[in-house]
């Protein structure tokens, strides 16, 4: 079945950098888009970017244009989200999703990770 | 960026009862690529609507999708208590890939 498994929780100081991975298994790997979406406590999804895990390509939203780089392993089947420069209101779940497909369109994010807590503190 | 406004904020109902979730856009979104995710406390979002109608596997069909252009909506039929939750519309037409600010279902 199924499965993403992401790193365990971090507690960073402001302006540090944090990388969080997520473990893929069950399917081909390369084969589908990854996402990467967080959540700050109490608040709403927000979109972070995509991994192409096949060529490596990557879309980042503007927001987090450079301080975000979204990496991968394909010979351990792991996408890797690291953010640079910490602050406060970075404090959130981390989530990776799967892209799935449906007749070669976009049909969602199928699958997610369970999430990863990251703490930004002084 | 696509700004998507989900209405309303909280939704109170009781079991058995029709809910009726609204997500607007900012501008037209191709139906094609706009998803609804439910989400409940302590969990990963789980992705229960696709391009707009469909259901995405094993996703019961009291749970329905409709709409188009800038108006999208979610409906549960009849609400099971499971259902109580946060729903999140997302447009997947255009980057970045927007979500809604969520609806809560609460009894």
């Known amino acids: 079945q199924v499965q993403l498994v992401q790193s365990g929780a971090e507690v960073k100081k402001p302006g540090a950098s944090v990388k969080v991975s997520c473990k893929a298994s069950?399917?081909?790997?390369?084969?589908?888009?990854m996402h990467w979406v967080r959540q700050a406590p109490g608040q709403g999804l927000e979109w972070m970017g995509w991994i192409n895990p096949n060529s490596g390509g990557t879309n980042y939203a503007q927001k987090f244009q450079g301080r975000v780089s979204m990496t991968r392993d394909t010979s351990i089947s792991t996408a890797y989200m690291e953010l640079s420069r910490l602050r406060s209101d970075d404090t959130a779940v981390y989530y990776c999703?799967?892209?799935?497909?449906?007749?070669?369109?976009?049909?969602?994010?199928?699958?997610w990770g369970q999430g990863t807590l990251v703490t930004v503190s002084s | 960026e696509i700004v998507l406004t989900q209405s309303p904020g909280t939704l109170s109902l009781s079991p058995g009862e029709r809910a009726t979730l609204s997500c607007r856009a900012s501008?037209?979104?191709?139906?094609?690529?706009l998803a609804w995710y439910q989400q409940k406390p302590g969990q990963a979002p789980r992705l229960l609507i696709y391009g707009a109608s469909s259901r995405a596997t094993g996703i019961p069909d009291r749970f329905s999708g409709s709409g188009s252009g800038t108006d999208f909506t979610l409906t549960i039929s009849r609400l099971e208590p499971e259902d109580f939750a946060v729903y999140y519309c997302?447009?997947?037409?255009?980057?970045?890939?927007?979500f809604g600010g969520g609806t809560k279902v609460e009894i």
């Open positions: 997302q447009q997947y037409d255009s980057s970045p890939r927007t």
């Open positions: 501008q037209s979104v191709s139906s094609t690529y």
């Open positions: 999703a799967r892209e799935t497909t449906s007749s070669y369109m976009s049909a969602g994010l199928d699958y």
């Open positions: 069950g399917y081909t790997f390369i084969g589908y888009y």
